[in-house]
C-alpha cells in the first residue's frame, strides 16, 4: 500500500499573472479553499495518504504558513525547498530523490478536480510498474494541448506528448501519478525539451516507456482543471460552485430602523425564495420588529451606531454561505435575486447599480445628479484600483450579494459605521484580490418616508464626503 505522497508547488504561475502578483498559484482559493487544500484532502480522505511532501519556491513561505506541519488538516507535512523555481516540474520532483525511498503517489498542486474517483488508486499494487499516469477521457482537443496526451495499448503507455500541437484521440493526461522511484533517474538521464528548454516529466516517463519499463495508464472520471492562466482560475471556480450551488444555504439580510409600514412586503417578497430572511432592527421606535417577524422573518433587536454596523450585524450573524443585502423600503425586490445567484457562481461578490435608466421606476431617489455622483465616484474607484480591473457605475447600491467565505477575509478590515460602508466593503474585496461584479437591476420609489442619507442636496452631499474620505484613507493612508 502506497503511504506516501508528493505535492510539487513551486511555480510562479507567471501566466495566471495579476492574480499570482502576491500569491502563488497554488494558494489560490477555489469556493474559498485554497487548491492545494483540496488536493491534500485527496490525498488523505480518497487515497488514505497522510504522509505528504510539498516541493515550495515561489512565495513558499506563504504556502508553509497555511499548511505548517500539516496538522490541523490531519496529515503530516514536511517541505523540500526548491531555490530555482523555472527549472520546471520534473527537476523540482527530482529534489525528493533522497527523502523518498519508496513508491509515492503525485498530484500537482495547480489542478482542480470535481467528483473525482481518485479512489480507486487507494491500495494500488505498483508491482511490475515504474510508474502510472491518470488520464481522462475528453474531446477538449485545447485543454489536450496545453497538457500531455498518451497513446496507449491495452492498459499500457506506448507514448507520451507534451503540449501536442494536434491531439491524436481524446485522451487527456492529467497531473496525477504513481510513481516509483526509478522516477527519479529517468528524470536524470532526460534531455531537455527542444520545446521549452526544461526538463518536462512527461518526456522522464517517456524515457520510462523507451528503456522498455511498464508504464500504465489510469483512467479517472470527474471534472478536471489545469489552472494556467487567470481565465483558467475563474472558470474552474465557476464549475466547483455551479457543480455545487443547490447545497450552498442563502440568507437574506435586511438592516431596519422604523420601517414597520414598508418591512412586511420586503419580507414577503423574498421568504420562501431563500433559506432565511434576517431582519437587524436597530432598536426602532415602531413596530418594525412584530411585522417582520409575523410576515415570517428572524429578527433580531440590537442597539447599533448606523446604517453600516447594521449590515455588518446582519452579515456575522445570518446563518447562510452566501449573504445577500436589501433595504427594508421596498426599493430593491426578489425579482432580481436569481441574476445575483447567477453570477455569483462566477465571482465572489455581486453588486447592483441603480443607474441603468430603463430600469429606475419613475419616482425612484435616483435623479440625474445623484445618478450621476454615484457614476462618478465609481470611476473614481476604478481608477483608484486600476490593476484589480474593477467596472462600477454606483457606490450607494445596498443590494449586493457575497459569499461568505469572502465576507470573512473583509470582516476585520471593515470600519465603516454609516453610509461609507458601502464603497468600504467593494474595495475591501477588492484589496482581498477577490473577484467583483457589478450588474444593473431594478429600482423602486420608496414604499414610505425618505432616505436617510440622500433626501436632499445637503444630505448628499454629506454621504458623498463620507465615502470620498473612506476611498482616499483606504487608498493611501491604510
Given at each position: 500500500m502506497i503511504t506516501k505522497a508528493l505535492i510539487p508547488a513551486a511555480g510562479a504561475g507567471v501566466r495566471a499573472y495579476p492574480a499570482t502578483t502576491y500569491i502563488p498559484k497554488v494558494m489560490l482559493e477555489i469556493a474559498g479553499k485554497p487548491v492545494i487544500l483540496r488536493n491534500i484532502e485527496i490525498m488523505r480522505d480518497r487515497l488514505g495518504i497522510k504522509d505528504?511532501?510539498?516541493i515550495t519556491g515561489y512565495m513558499g513561505d506563504t504556502i508553509k504558513s497555511f499548511l505548517k506541519d500539516g496538522s490541523r488538516f490531519g496529515v503530516k507535512i514536511q517541505y523540500i525547498d526548491c531555490d530555482d523555481h523555472a527549472s520546471g516540474l520534473a527537476k523540482g520532483i527530482l529534489l525528493a530523490k533522497d527523502r523518498i525511498k519508496e513508491d509515492f503517489v503525485t498530484i500537482l498542486g495547480d489542478e482542480v478536480y470535481i467528483n473525482s474517483n481518485h479512489a480507486i488508486l487507494k491500495g494500488m499494487d505498483m508491482g511490475g510498474l515504474a510508474a502510472a499516469c491518470c488520464l481522462l477521457r475528453s474531446d477538449d482537443f485545447k485543454m489536450i494541448a496545453k497538457n500531455y496526451t498518451v497513446k496507449l495499448k491495452g492498459d499500457r503507455v506506448a507514448s507520451l506528448e507534451e503540449k501536442p500541437n494536434k491531439a491524436d484521440g481524446p485522451v487527456l493526461g492529467i497531473g496525477t501519478y504513481i510513481f516509483t522511484p526509478e522516477i527519479f533517474g529517468a528524470i536524470e538521464r532526460t534531455k531537455p525539451s527542444k520545446k521549452s528548454g526544461r526538463v518536462e516529466l512527461t518526456d522522464a516517463i517517456n524515457t520510462l516507456v523507451r528503456e522498455g519499463k511498464a508504464v500504465r495508464g489510469i483512467f479517472l472520471e470527474g471534472e478536471y482543471h489545469n489552472i494556467n492562466s487567470v481565465e483558467d482560475y475563474n472558470y474552474a471556480n465557476y464549475m466547483y460552485r455551479s457543480t455545487f450551488f443547490s447545497s450552498f444555504k442563502t440568507s437574506v439580510v435586511i438592516p431596519a430602523y422604523n420601517e414597520e409600514e414598508s418591512i412586511g412586503c420586503v419580507v414577503k417578497d423574498f421568504a420562501?425564495?431563500?433559506?432565511?430572511?434576517?431582519?437587524?432592527?436597530?432598536?426602532?421606535?415602531?413596530r418594525t420588529r412584530r411585522v417582520a417577524e409575523q410576515a415570517g422573518a428572524r429578527v433580531e433587536t440590537v442597539k447599533l451606531k448606523g446604517y453600516g454596523d447594521t449590515i455588518k450585524y446582519g452579515l456575522d450573524h445570518a446563518k447562510g454561505d452566501i449573504l445577500i443585502v436589501v433595504e427594508a423600503d421596498h426599493s430593491f425586490r426578489a425579482k432580481d435575486l436569481g441574476k445575483f445567484l447567477e453570477y455569483l457562481k462566477d465571482s465572489d461578490m455581486v453588486i447592483g447599480t441603480r443607474t441603468t435608466r430603463q430600469m429606475i421606476e419613475q419616482g425612484a431617489n435616483m435623479k440625474g445628479a445623484l445618478r450621476w455622483g454615484n457614476v462618478a465616484v465609481g470611476k473614481l474607484v476604478e481608477a483608484l484600483w486600476w490593476g484589480q480591473e474593477p467596472r462600477f457605475t454606483d457606490v450607494g447600491c445596498t443590494y449586493r450579494a457575497i459569499w461568505r467565505d469572502t465576507y470573512m477575509k473583509i470582516r476585520d478590515r471593515l470600519s465603516g459605521t454609516g453610509p461609507e460602508f458601502s464603497p468600504e466593503m467593494m474595495i475591501e474585496v477588492l484589496r482581498a484580490r477577490k473577484r467583483i461584479v457589478e450588474i444593473p437591476i431594478s429600482y423602486y420609489k420608496r414604499a414610505t418616508g425618505v432616505s436617510k442619507h440622500s433626501q436632499n442636496?445637503?444630505?448628499?452631499?454629506?454621504?458623498?464626503l463620507r465615502m470620498l474620505k473612506m476611498i482616499f484613507k483606504k487608498r493611501f493612508a491604510a
Open positions: 505528504i511532501w510539498a420562501g425564495k431563500v433559506d432565511e430572511v434576517f431582519v437587524v432592527d436597530n432598536s426602532s421606535a415602531d442636496y445637503l444630505k448628499v452631499s454629506k454621504t458623498a
